[in-house]
Every structure is written in C-alpha cells, then in structure tokens.
C-alpha cells in the first residue's frame, strides 16, 4: 500500500466515523457500491480522480485534504474575523468534474450571515455573470453566490447552470405535468424537459444572493 493510498484510507474512515455510518450507510450516501468503499477504506484500491472530487463535495471537505496534500479540512478559506470566500474553481458533474470558468472571489462572506441564512458555508460558490440575458435581475458583472444544496425549484427560482464550464444564471420553473421550463429575461426563448432530461443538467444551484456594482 502507497503512503498516498494510506492517508486516503484512513482519512476516508475518519470521515465515516465521525458521521457515526457503517460502511454500508456511508456507501450509499456516496451512491457508491459497499465493495467500491470497502476497497478504498481498507487501501486495496483509490478513488479515481473524479471519484475523489464527488466524495470530497459530498463529504464537505477538500479533496486535497482526502489525499494527505493538506491539513486543512475546510473547504473555504476563513480569515481571522470569520470571514470565507466561496471561490470553488471545480465543481462535481454529471461527467465527473469541471471547471467553473467565470468564478468569483471579490467578495468575503461573514461565517454568522452565511448561517443567518441557513447556508452552509462548504456547500456555497460564487460565480461573476458573462451575459446579459437576466438584465432584470442580474447584469453582466454582477456577483452571485449560489446554494448547492438546492437543485430544483418547488415552483419558479433562480438557479446556476453549468455549461461547458461556464456558470449561467436562469430561471427554472417547475410545470404541474412535472417538466421543467428554463428561460431567460431578455427573450421569448425558453426550453421545456422533461423530469429525466432536467436531471441531466448540472445544476450549480439555488441563487442566494447578487451583488451588482454601480
């Protein structure tokens, strides 16, 4: 066993330990098989790299940290005063993992306004808008932080979208036959999925908050 496959073993069981699962629970949690997990956790085998990347974002810790590569376990930068930057570079996919290309880091967030909101701070990303397409509620330029924990709406919310790397922001709403229409501000153009065709999107997620400059 490599010193690498070592530390991601015992990281990984870590992790399952202190969420009190069995590897059975925690397996499932992953959407993973248990032989898969089991082989990781006793370092008969590692994580690919893409697996790797969708256990650390399900785990809320850094993918960097799994493999020995850091001590830090947060997945975001806290300053002295508490304050996090949401600045995610990667995020998982439904291919494995990409590049958020727009990403942004101008703004820091006070860790007691995040929780203010109920957002958690580990599962928040920021990403600056490319087009213009939203000008009623967000223009080119403007700064949004996105919540991951919700991917679709109950009935009509603004969400990121993820494409070709690329972080856009939409509305989505929820039909009552359970299809999906994605459309913008700017025009009459506006797609309609199905439940299965919606799912196939990579959905950043709820947008929480847009800053705009004047």
Same mark, same amino acid.
């Given at each position: 066993?490599?010193?690498?496959?070592?530390?991601?073993?015992?990281?990984?069981?870590?992790?399952?330990?202190?969420?009190?699962?069995?590897?059975?629970?925690?397996?499932?949690?992953?959407?993973?098989?248990?032989?898969?997990? =089991?082989?990781?956790?006793?370092? @008969? /085998?590692?994580?690919? #790299? !893409? $697996?790797?990347?969708? *256990?650390?974002?399900?785990?809320?810790?850094?993918?960097?940290?799994?493999?020995?590569?850091?001590?830090?376990?947060?997945?975001?930068?806290?300053?002295?005063?508490?304050?996090?930057?949401?600045?995610?570079?990667?995020?998982?996919?439904?291919?494995?993992?990409?590049?958020?290309?727009?990403?942004?880091?101008?703004? =820091?967030?006070?860790?007691?306004? @995040? /929780?203010?909101?109920? #957002? !958690? $701070?580990?599962?928040? *990303?920021?990403?600056?808008?490319?087009?213009?397409?939203?000008?009623?509620?967000?223009?080119?330029?403007?700064?949004?932080?996105?919540?991951?924990?919700?991917?679709?709406?109950?009935?009509?919310?603004?969400?990121?979208?993820?494409?070709?790397?690329?972080?856009?922001?939409?509305?989505?709403?929820?039909?009552?036959?359970?299809?999906?229409?994605?459309?913008?501000?700017?025009?009459?153009?506006?797609?309609?999925?199905?439940?299965?065709?919606?799912?196939?999107?990579?959905?950043?997620?709820?947008?929480?908050?847009?800053?705009?400059?004047?």
């Amino acid at each position: 066993m490599s010193d690498t496959t070592e530390v991601i073993a015992e990281r990984l069981a870590t992790l399952r330990r202190e969420r009190g699962m069995t590897q059975d629970e925690i397996s499932r949690f992953l959407n993973i098989s248990r032989g898969r997990y =089991a082989n990781w956790e006793t370092g @008969l /085998r590692s994580p690919k #790299l !893409d $697996e790797l990347a969708s *256990v650390a974002d399900k785990l809320g810790v850094p993918a960097g940290w799994i493999v020995g590569w850091t001590n830090e376990r947060s997945n975001v930068a806290i300053g002295g005063a508490g304050y996090v930057t949401t600045n995610r570079t990667s995020v998982p996919t439904k291919s494995g993992s990409s590049r958020i290309t727009n990403a942004a880091s101008s703004t =820091a967030y006070s860790v007691s306004y @995040l /929780r203010h909101r109920d #957002l !958690d $701070e580990t599962q928040c *990303v920021s990403f600056t808008v490319c087009d213009d397409d939203m000008k009623e509620v967000c223009k080119r330029g403007d700064e949004i932080l996105v919540d991951r924990r919700i991917k679709a709406p109950g009935s009509r919310d603004l969400f990121g979208i993820l494409v070709d790397g690329q972080a856009w922001v939409r509305w989505i709403r929820r039909n009552l036959d359970n299809t999906f229409t994605v459309y913008t501000e700017a025009t009459d153009d506006e797609q309609t999925l199905t439940r299965e065709a919606f799912d196939e999107l990579d959905i950043l997620g709820r947008v929480a908050r847009i800053a705009s400059d004047r």
